[in-house]
Structure formats: structure tokens, C-alpha cells
């Protein structure tokens, strides 16, 4: 028996494959995926042997298998890496990956106890992710799989078919050649974040509903796209999609009040009317109209929480934020319009050791600011104020 | 009766299969490590059997979810070195489950069973990780794990069964032979484990030389072992835990001298075998070794596993089974051994369980990297038992226990 193919879904993993990830030939190709995610594996898995994988190797992940330890196992499990999946997560440098999001029971963690499931996560295999992200020894991307538990979150039914032309759309599959279409896109990122370089703002001044708000820039980092390299040199998107151009913040600068523009899924609640009053860097004040507490534990976690670890521009032409739809998930969400993160920050912007201009927290938590009546400005060090967004339109030349 | 809302009656189907494989399968000690294994058509089974196996005390459970579209793919693009390859971390998963003497649960029942059938065969055949098989025979040899095997109906599996996706009727078969439709299938397990480990102990009372099978197509004499142990249905591994290895289960079962087997045998049932379906299975044996293979269809797949290895073509098995078999009784060909071998009595090719031989793997013990059972009872076969000064036992006449 033959497999009977879904088109638009391996064209989707071709995508991933080839410009997400960009497996190069004899690359030995890691996925990891939700259970329910199978056909995307199954489809990246054949993209990537069609694009010269030596071996691929896919882990499955199921969220009912982590909801029983959570509940009904011992305290010593919630953090237990087995080891075969540290030895797993070593073989990673030099590999590339692929991961799948797009959750099936965004419900399904709720009635349990919140600082167990806090605290349920692979610590010693995380310290290997973020070691490997550091020294750049891997080419990854993650990409979103349509599923019905997801459109429901999304569209209140489980239009499944609905949710896959968002997903197309954003991701560009609905071009006639969505490689090119990406080329072309992340060429204009790039262009822009060079632009955002050669101006050297000193700060961002955000100015809109509820906000007024400044946040310092580093001398020491640049602005960049989600086109990233590892240390060999090997191009890569991480995130499809993306829209973004974003750098690292000085952690201490950051002053005034910011308020969130659109809901947020965090640690399985949703957060509306987000407000955060900063002074000296430090978030001081946490408000929201449903979810104020989460934020505030998460804020609350470690020293680095409170201050703020990136800052991304996104303008009007975002194919996210065009779908006028919340997807319930940062992959896609923070690509509708700007965001900021408090939280760690991103290494990659900084040429050299980042030192104390690099914010360092176990947690980062991505936000949406952007909206039609938000202004956005650079501030040069010599006083200049240059409009950067104006009714989420790029003011600069382009 | 049950009462609608009694806990019984919430219980779902898939809850009191995963206790009954938790408590008397693999019977899962408390604080030990428990490895699932299965593939991703299994989960409803693998999200009960966790948190059934969590109950029970397991410090940890590790699933690990196989795919065959995955290995499909691999079949059809890695480069020919890589078939047979097992990734380091994997070998070292399997070593980890030695090692912690953890408890296991597979599961099998295959959701697509002709998906990998326009495949060549060839590749089909050298695609499985075969350090991870060395290792677990090595495991099962020296007795270092509780474990067990389960099927999980599904609607694949199903379709091939009936002709069409009955579910219902799959799990109500399955249900029936792993004895889940008595009230309380553990006491069931309990008498059940008791009758045929009687079984056990009477023919090893009787001090068999070997064991004559007769019947259209058949006159087959496998000579035993003066070591050989008849076990049936509870094993125990070398610290001593009971377990039930494979559920359902039907048989006593040894392991026969590798050289010491003689005559021609019919197959009795089909046999599924890599994908393929075997019929009509004919073999002759001289001084132990299978030297003439003829079916009516499938032979090749037997003549090619028979070449896997030097000791491939010698017993390593021989289990009786009679007419009050679950499974027998329910006159279904279920195309998964683990149903299929239980149905009426069996040989298999290929390596011996080293636990039913007092000092494990001695001279005229297989071992090998294959193992295949395949039916050769059924009422129309005789099977006698020879004792060491000559008499003939009547030990099955129309499929009906003798003893």
C-alpha cells in the first residue's frame, strides 16, 4: 500500500525542511513532535531524507503522559531527564531539528496543581538547549501543525481547514513559489534591521492607549531578522512564521507604562488587559483585567524577570497580524504586531560576551503592544526623535 | 448489576485493561522504573497504562513512541548501512532499562498492516535496530525485567481481522481472551495461572525424552533437553518477581534440544509474518535443522529469515495448547502472534527462552536473532509425549487435554 499524500501538508514540510531548518545533505535530523502532530512528522521526516537527511529520528511527546507524572507521580520525576534523552539532546550539535507546536488541549494542565506543573519541565535537557543555542552548533525551526483542539481554541469550532489557511497564509505557502516568497521576505527584514543599525537609536518611546512608556538600547547589540546562522555559517529561519525585528534592551533603562494589545496564552491561562508600570528597569506593578497573578508570579521568579529582554518592531504588512486573528500561540502571535518580552535575553544580537548588557532569567514571556494608534519613535543620543511606526505603517524609508 | 455511577462503570475499557497489564503483566513494583513501548495509534492504552503504572508506585514512566511512516520512510531513502543502524541513545535507553531492572510494557496490534507491503522485502526485512535486539535477548536471558506484551485493538488491525474497521467487535474479542469480561479478571488470572502452571508441573514430573506430533501432513518427533522446564503463563524474573509476559496466554511451553528434532510438519493456521501472510507452511527437519521449506504462499519470507543467521533453522520452542484456549475458542485469525501462537499449540524457529532450562544457555540451547511460532496443532493432530524409558503419553486427542 502506498501512502496517499496531503499535498499542501508536504509542501508545508518542505517548506520547514528547506528554509526553516535548511537541512543540509548527510545532516543527521532530529524532530521532535506531539503525538497528535504525527502527519507533520511524518511529512518532514520524508522532506527531510528528499533533502539528503542521513537519519532522521523522531521523539514523540504526549501531554496526557506528562499530565499523569504531574498528578500521580513523585516529586523527583517532575524534573527527571532520563538518560538516553540527555545523550539524545547531545547528539543535537551539528544535527539540525525540527519541532511542532499547535496544542491539541490547551485545557488539559488547568485543574492541575500550578506549581507542579511550574515546576515540570526536563531541567538537565533544557541546560543542553540552551548550551546548544549558545554555541550555535544547531540549525532548527518550529512550526505550527493545524489541528481540531486548536482551531476550537482559536475559532470556538473545530474548523480545522480554516485554521491550515491562516497557517498557509502566514507562512506563505499560498505563493506559487513560497521559497522564493521567503527569500524575498527575509531580504526585507534584514534590510530593515540594517536600517534600524545604522541609526544607533539610544531608546524606544512607545506612545499609545494606556502607554507611554521608554525603553534604553545597547551600543552593543544589533538589530536583527529570524535569519540566523550557526557557527559554520549555515543560514537558518527558527520560527515559521516570523515578521519580526528585534534586538536585546538594556536591562536598565526601561521607564513608564506599557499595555499589552492583544490576549496572551501563559502557562495555560489567558491574559487580558495586561499593564505593566516600570521604573528603573524593574517592572513594579503588574495589572490586568484577568490574569494579573500569573504574570506576577512568573515576574516574581528570579532577579531578570522583572526587567525586559527584547523588543521587536512589526508593521502593518504582517501576514499574522492581517488574519485579525489571536492564535493562541507565541509562534504566531507575536508575529501579529510589536512585542515585548520580560525575561532573558537573546545572545545572538550581541557580537561579542554580552557581559551585564545581556539579561539573564529562567523565563521569557513575549507580549503584544502594537496596535493601529501606537507610535513608535527612535531617540537618538544626540536628542533627535526619528517616527518609526505611525498607524502600523514603517516610516522608515524602505 | 452495576450501577451507572458506581467507579466500576466510569472505569473505561482501556483503564481496566492498562490495571490488568500493570498488576498482573508486568506486575510493577513500587519505586520502579517503567518503560512503555508502543506505537502512536496505541495511546488511549499508553495514557492508561501510565497512570495506572503511576499508582502503582513507578518513580518514572518513559514512553517511547514508535512510528512506522517513520520507519517507512527510512526503508525507502537511508542509505543501506543505515537500515539496521540503532542510534547510540536509543542502545543506551535499552541498556537503561537492564540496568534499573524496570519494569515494561509493549504494546502491539498494527494499525496499517500493508504499509510497508509495495516495499522490497529485502530492506523490509534488514529494517530493525539489531543491537536493540541483541541487548533485549540478552535481558530476557538473564531475567532481569518484568514485563509484558498487550495487544491494542484498533480500527487497522480491525479492517484486517473482519474485513471492515470493527472496532467494537475487536476489543470484545480481545477482551474475552485476556479474560477482562469476567467480573474480576485478576481472580481470573489467578485460577487461570494456577491451571496451567499445573500443567507445568505434571509433565515435568513425567521426564520427557520428546514430544510426537501426528496428523494429516505431520509426523514430528522434538526431542527435549534433560534440563528442559515446561512454564506456563507466570514467569519470574532472577530476583524473584512474578509476571505474566504475554496476555492473553494459553500455553506450557519448553525449550527443545537444537538438534534433536525430526520428521516434516504441516502448518496448521496462517501466519503473519513481516507484512506478508503465509499459508500452507510445510517443513522437514534432519538431525534439528529445517532442511526443506514449501508453502502455498509466502515461502520466500520463511527462506530468507531461515538464512538471517546459522542457528535461524533450529527449534527454540515448543508449546502445547488445547481446545479450552480462549483464543482457539474464539475461531478467529487475529494476524498478530501474540494472539495467533495462543490459538493451539506451537514450534518456533529461532531463539530459545534460556528460563525454561535448568542453567539457562546450555549445549543444544538456541540462540539466534530470529524467533518465529508458528501453528501446528488443532483436533486433528495427535500429540504423545515420550518418556525417557520409551512410553508414549497420550497428551492431546481432539484437542483435548489427556493428562
Not at chain 2, 207 to 214: A, E, N, P, V
Request: charged share 25%; with cysteine.
Amino acid at each position: 500500500m502506498a501512502v496517499e499524500l496531503d499535498e499542501r501538508l508536504e509542501r508545508y514540510a518542505e517548506l520547514a525542511v528547506r528554509v526553516g531548518a535548511n537541512v543540509e545533505e548527510g545532516q543527521n535530523v532530529f524532530i521532535n513532535a506531539q503525538i497528535e502532530h504525527a502527519p507533520l512528522a511524518r511529512a518532514l521526516t520524508r522532506a527531510a531524507y528528499a533533502a539528503g537527511a542521513r537519519y532522521v529520528d523522531v521523539t514523540y511527546r504526549d501531554q496526557h503522559v506528562r499530565k499523569a507524572m504531574i498528578e500521580l507521580g513523585p516529586d523527583e520525576a517532575l524534573t527527571h531527564t532520563p538518560g538516553w534523552m540527555k545523550e539524545r539532546g547531545e547528539a543535537l550539535a551539528g544535527a539540525a531539528s525540527l519541532w511542532t507546536t499547535g496544542d491539541p488541549e490547551p485545557e488539559l494542565l488547568s485543574d492541575l496543581d500550578g506549581a507542579r506543573v511550574g515546576r515540570a519541565q526536563m531541567k538537565a535537557l533544557a541546560e543542553i538547549g540552551r548550551r546548544h543555542m549558545a554555541e550555535r552548533v544547531t540549525n532548527w525551526s518550529g512550526v505550527a501543525y493545524p489541528n481540531e483542539g486548536w482551531a476550537t481554541e482559536v475559532f470556538g469550532e473545530p474548523d480545522v481547514e480554516r485554521l491550515w489557511e491562516a497557517v498557509a497564509f502566514c507562512t506563505r505557502l499560498d505563493e506559487p513559489d513560497p521559497v522564493a516568497a521567503w527569500r524575498d521576505h527575509m531580504a526585507r527584514l534584514e534590510t530593515r534591521a540594517a536600517q534600524l543599525n545604522e541609526l544607533r537609536f539610544d531608546a524606544l518611546h512607545y506612545r499609545g492607549p494606556g502607554t507611554d512608556f521608554t525603553i534604553g538600547l545597547l551600543p552593543t547589540a544589533r538589530w536583527m531578522s529570524a535569519l540566523f546562522r550557526t557557527s559554520q555559517g549555515r543560514e537558518y529561519v527558527p520560527n515559521m512564521p516570523t515578521e519580526e525585528v528585534f534586538t536585546t534592551p538594556d536591562p536598565r533603562r526601561a521607564e513608564g507604562t506599557i499595555s499589552s494589545s492583544r490576549p496572551l496564552a501563559l502557562l495555560g491561562e489567558v491574559i487580558r488587559g495586561l499593564r505593566l508600570i516600570v521604573r528603573e528597569g524593574h517592572v513594579v506593578e503588574v495589572e490586568a483585567d484577568q490574569g494579573a497573578d500569573v504574570v506576577r508570579s512568573q515576574i516574581a521568579s528570579d532577579d531578570g524577570a522583572s526587567r525586559f529582554g527584547e523588543v521587536a518592531l512589526v508593521d502593518g504588512t504582517s501576514r499574522v497580524g492581517q488574519t485579525g486573528i489571536t492564535f493562541f500561540e507565541t509562534l504566531y502571535d507575536e508575529n501579529a504586531t510589536c512585542h515585548i518580552a520580560y525575561g532573558f535575553g537573546i545572545p545572538e544580537v550581541f557580537d561579542g560576551d554580552a557581559g551585564d548588557d545581556l539579561n539573564v532569567s529562567s523565563v521569557h514571556t513575549d507580549f503584544m503592544v502594537g496596535r493601529p494608534e501606537l507610535e513608535v519613535d527612535g531617540l537618538t543620543k544626540d536628542g533627535q526623535t526619528v517616527p518609526i511606526l505611525r498607524n502600523e505603517t514603517w516610516q522608515l524609508p524602505e | 448489576v452495576t450501577d451507572a455511577g458506581s467507579p466500576e462503570a466510569r472505569r473505561t475499557r482501556e483503564e481496566r485493561y492498562a490495571e490488568l497489564a500493570v498488576h498482573v503483566g508486568a506486575n510493577v513494583q513500587a519505586g520502579q522504573l517503567v518503560d512503555v513501548i508502543a506505537r502512536v495509534e496505541h495511546a488511549p492504552v499508553v495514557r492508561a497504562v501510565t497512570r495506572e503504572a503511576y499508582r502503582a508506585g513507578a518513580s518514572y514512566v518513559d514512553v517511547y513512541y514508535t512510528d512506522q511512516h517513520i520507519r517507512r520512510a527510512l526503508i525507502e531513502h537511508a542509505a543501506d548501512e543505515l537500515l539496521s543502524w540503532t542510534p547510540p541513545w536509543l542502545l543506551s535507553r535499552a541498556k537503561e532499562v537492564g540496568r534499573e531492572r524496570a519494569a515494561v510494557v509493549a504494546l502491539t496490534g498494527d494499525a496499517e498492516p500493508d504499509l510497508l507491503a509495495d516495499l522490497p522485502g529485502e530492506r523490509v526485512g534488514r529494517a530493525r535496530m539489531l543491537e536493540i535486539a541483541e541487548e533485549s535477548n540478552r535481558q530476557i536471558n538473564e531475567r532481569l525485567n518484568n514485563w509484558t506484551v498487550i495487544g491494542v485493538p484498533n480500527e487497522g488491525w480491525a479492517q484486517q481481522m473482519f474485513g471492515e474497521p470493527d472496532l467494537d467487535r475487536l476489543w470484545k474479542a480481545v477482551e474475552y481472551t485476556v479474560r477482562l469480561d469476567e467480573d474480576d479478571p485478576v481472580a481470573a488470572w489467578r485460577a487461570h495461572v494456577e491451571r496451567i502452571g499445573e500443567r507445568a508441573r505434571s509433565l515435568n514430573d513425567l521426564q520427557l525424552d520428546s514430544i510426537h506430533f501426528t496428523g494429516p501432513g505431520t509426523d514430528l518427533r522434538v526431542g527435549l533437553l534433560p534440563e528442559s522446564r515446561w512454564q506456563g503463563v507466570e514467569s519470574h524474573t532472577a530476583q524473584g518477581i512474578p509476571y505474566v509476559a504475554n496476555m492473553p496466554t494459553e500455553e506450557v511451553f519448553t525449550t527443545p534440544d537444537l538438534r534433536r528434532t525430526e520428521g516434516h510438519v504441516r502448518s496448521t493456521r496462517p501466519l503473519a509474518l513481516y507484512g506478508r501472510i503465509v499459508k500452507g507452511l510445510e517443513m522437514r527437519f534432519e538431525g534439528g535443522r529445517i532442511v526443506d521449506v514449501k508453502a502455498d504462499e509466502g515461502a520466500e519470507v520463511i527462506e530468507g529469515q531461515l538464512e538471517t543467521d546459522d542457528t535461524a533453522a533450529y527449534l527454540g520452542e515448543i508449546a502445547l495448547v488445547d481446545g479450552t484456549s480462549r483464543i482457539g475458542k474464539t475461531g478467529l485469525t487475529f494476524f498478530d502472534t501474540l494472539f495467533d501462537e495462543n490459538a493451539t499449540c506451537h514450534i518456533a524457529y529461532g531463539s530459545a527462552y534460556a528460563e525454561a532450562v535448568e542453567g539457562g544457555v546450555i549445549e543444544g540451547v538456541n540462540v539466534s536473532t530470529v524467533h518465529t511460532d508458528f501453528m501446528v496443532g488443532g483436533a486433528e493432530i495427535e500429540v504423545d509425549a515420550i518418556t525417557r524409558d520409551g512410553t508414549a503419553l497420550p497428551l492431546l486427542r481432539n484437542d483435548v487435554w489427556q493428562l
